[in-house]
C-alpha cells in the first residue's frame, strides 16, 4: 500500500488525506453497532466530484477497493471497509447547491446532513421529511434508503429523489433522473442507486423533494396492556385514512430504558407515539376518529402534549430510544433487527418477536416504525461475547424467518451491511458494461429509439 502516498496527487492538500490512527480506526466501524473494527489502509476527504473521480480512478487501476463513508450512522456495518483500501469520506462534500422553493426540490452534495438542510429550509417554510433519529448524510441516507419516523406519510428515501450524480468504479461519472417530478424516459437508473450501500459508485450530487411545513401538528402518547394490543390499533387507525404523521410503538422495556436516560416519569406500559398533522380542522377531526380507535383496542392511558416544548420533548425520547437502550448497557454495543411485515401480519410479528426472546430468555426491547409495519427488536450485546452473540444472532434468524414466511423482508430500513461486495473496478466490470449498452440502446443517433437520451 506504499503506492497510497500517490494519492497527493489527486488530493492536493495533504490535510485532507490521513493515516492516523484516530482516523482510520474512526472508519473502522459505525457509531453504534456491534460489529467488528477494520481499519482502512488510509482516509480521504474529496471536496469535489473531479477529486472523488481522481480517487476512484487512481483505487480502480491499482485494484484497491474504496468505501464511501458519511457519518457513520448505519448500524449493519455498511462503513467498515472489510478488505481495507480507501475509506472515502464525503462529509466535506456539505454544500446545499441550490434551494428551489417554487419548484419544492433542492440540490445538494452529499455530505450534507438533514438537519442541515432543515436549518436552510425553515426560512422558506419548507422542510425535509426523512428521519433516521439522528443526523445522517443525505449521501448516506440515499445509499441506504434510509426511512425511520415519518415514512408512514411521505415515504423513504426512494420517495424523494429526482436524480443523482454518481462516479462509477470506471471513473465515469453520470446522471440520473433530473429536477422533474416524474419521468419515463428510461430505465429507474436513481433507483438502482438508491440502497446501494456504496457498492456500485460514488453519490456526488443529489436532487431531492422538499415539501410545506405542516399548518398545524399534534401529538399523543396511547398506553396498553399489551405489546399487541398497541399494534391492532396501528392497523385500525390506518384503514381510516387518517392525518397520520408518525405513529411509533414502544415496549415496556424501552419506555424503562428513557426514563432512565432522559430522567422522564412515562408509564411504563406499551405505548404509541402518535402524531397528526395537516390542517387544524383535519387534525382535530381525525384526533376524535384516533381516540375512539385506540379505545376500542384497549387503550389504558392517553396523554396530549399540550405544547411545542412537551410535543419536542416526547419526540426526543422516542428519536433515542436506542441511545437509552445504549446507556442502561454500559460497555455494549446495539444489535437491532429490522423486519418489516404486512400490516395484518403485524400484530402476530410482535408477538412472535416477544415469544423468541423469552425461549432464549433473552429481555431484549421492541420498539418500531409500525405504520408502515416495520418494527426492530434491541439488543446490548458485548462483541467480545461470541456466545452472547450467537444467541442473539439466531433470535434474529428466528425474527426475520417468522417475516420472511409472512411476505415480509428481513430489513425495512437498515439495510444489508457487513459482507457486501467492496466497491472495486475489477468486480464492476459486468456493470459498466451493462451502463455502456443502456447508453448505446437510449443514443439519440440509435435508429431505433430518436431523441431518447437517459
Ligand atoms: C440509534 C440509531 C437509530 C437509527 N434509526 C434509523 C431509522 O429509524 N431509520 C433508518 O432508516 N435508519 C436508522 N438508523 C441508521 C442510519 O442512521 C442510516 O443508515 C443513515 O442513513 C446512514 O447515514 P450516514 O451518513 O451515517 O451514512 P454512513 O453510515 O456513513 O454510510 C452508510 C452507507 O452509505 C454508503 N455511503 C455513504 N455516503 C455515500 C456516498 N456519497 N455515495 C455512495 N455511498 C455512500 C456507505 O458506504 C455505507 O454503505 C439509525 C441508526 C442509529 C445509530
Redesign the pocket.
Known amino acids: 500500500m506504499g503506492e497510497l502516498k500517490d494519492l497527493i496527487k489527486v488530493i492536493p492538500d495533504c490535510t485532507r488525506m490521513s493515516t492516523k490512527q484516530d482516523d482510520l480506526l474512526h472508519h473502522g466501524k459505525?457509531?453504534?453497532?456491534y460489529h467488528p473494527v477494520l481499519t482502512p489502509d488510509i482516509v480521504v476527504f474529496p471536496i469535489t466530484t473531479e477529486e472523488v473521480k481522481g480517487v476512484v480512478v487512481f483505487a480502480s487501476e491499482k485494484g484497491i477497493p474504496v468505501?464511501?463513508?458519511?457519518?457513520?450512522?448505519?448500524?449493519e456495518g455498511?462503513?467498515i471497509p472489510i478488505l481495507g483500501g480507501i475509506s472515502m469520506d464525503?462529509s466535506l462534500m456539505n454544500k446545499i447547491l441550490e434551494i428551489r422553493p417554487n419548484d419544492f426540490f433542492v440540490k445538494v452534495q452529499?455530505?450534507v446532513?438533514r438537519n442541515q438542510l432543515n436549518q436552510a429550509l425553515k426560512p422558506y417554510n419548507l422542510f425535509f421529511p426523512v428521519?433516521?433519529?439522528?443526523d445522517?448524510?443525505l449521501?448516506?441516507?440515499?445509499?441506504?434508503?434510509?426511512?425511520?419516523?415519518t415514512a408512514v406519510r411521505y415515504g423513504?428515501m426512494k420517495d424523494q429523489i429526482l436524480g443523482l450524480e454518481?462516479v462509477l468504479a470506471s471513473g465515469e461519472v453520470i446522471r440520473t433522473g433530473g429536477a422533474f417530478l416524474k419521468s419515463s424516459a428510461g430505465y429507474n437508473l436513481t433507483g438502482l442507486f438508491t440502497g446501494?450501500?456504496?457498492?456500485l459508485?460514488?453519490?456526488?450530487e443529489i436532487i431531492l423533494k422538499v415539501y410545506a411545513l405542516p399548518e398545524f401538528t399534534a401529538t399523543l402518547t396511547a398506553g396498553f396492556e399489551s405489546l399487541e394490543a398497541a399494534s391492532r390499533a396501528v392497523a385500525g387507525m390506518m384503514q381510516n385514512g387518517l392525518a397520520i404523521g408518525c405513529v411509533e410503538i414502544v415496549d415496556e422495556r424501552t419506555i424503562n430504558a428513557i426514563n432512565q436516560y432522559k430522567k422522564m416519569d412515562l408509564p411504563e406500559i406499551p405505548q404509541l407515539f402518535i402524531e397528526l398533522v395537516g390542517k387544524e380542522y383535519t387534525v382535530m377531526n381525525d384526533l376524535d376518529v384516533v381516540k375512539k380507535e385506540l379505545e376500542l383496542q384497549g387503550c389504558v392511558h392517553i396523554e396530549y402534549a399540550s405544547d411545542k416544548e412537551q410535543r419536542e420533548r416526547l419526540w426526543m425520547a422516542r428519536h433515542e430510544a436506542?441511545?437509552a437502550i445504549m446507556a442502561i448497557n454500559p460497555g455494549k454495543r446495539?444489535m437491532a433487527t429490522d423486519v418489516c411485515v404486512p400490516l395484518s401480519v403485524l400484530p402476530s410479528a410482535i408477538q412472535r418477536t416477544r415469544e423468541i426472546m423469552n425461549e432464549y430468555g433473552v429481555a431484549g426491547a421492541i420498539m418500531g416504525?409500525v405504520g408502515d409495519g416495520n418494527f426492530h427488536a434491541v439488543f446490548g450485546v458485548d462483541p467480545m461475547n461470541k456466545d452472547d452473540l450467537r444467541k442473539l444472532q439466531s433470535i434474529n434468524g428466528a425474527i426475520v424467518d417468522y417475516a420472511l414466511s409472512h411476505e415480509g423482508t428481513c430489513s425495512g430500513?437498515?439495510?444489508i451491511?457487513i459482507g457486501?461486495i467492496p466497491f472495486m473496478h475489477k468486480q464492476h466490470e459486468d456493470l459498466i458494461a451493462i451502463f455502456k449498452s443502456i447508453k448505446k440502446m437510449f443514443d439519440p443517433n440509435n435508429i431505433m429509439n430518436p431523441g431518447k437520451i437517459i
Do not use: R
Not at 67 to 75: E, H, I, N
Not at 142 to 147: F, L, R, Y
Not at 196 to 199: M, P, R
Not at 201 to 204: A, F, K
Open positions: 459505525d457509531k453504534s453497532s468505501t464511501p463513508f458519511g457519518l457513520g450512522t448505519s448500524v455498511q462503513v464525503l452529499p455530505g446532513t428521519d433516521p433519529a439522528l445522517a448524510t449521501g448516506g441516507m440515499v445509499a441506504t434508503n434510509a426511512s425511520g419516523t423513504a454518481v446501494s450501500e456504496g457498492t459508485g460514488v453519490i456526488t436506542a441511545m446495539l416504525h430500513e437498515h439495510g451491511g457486501k
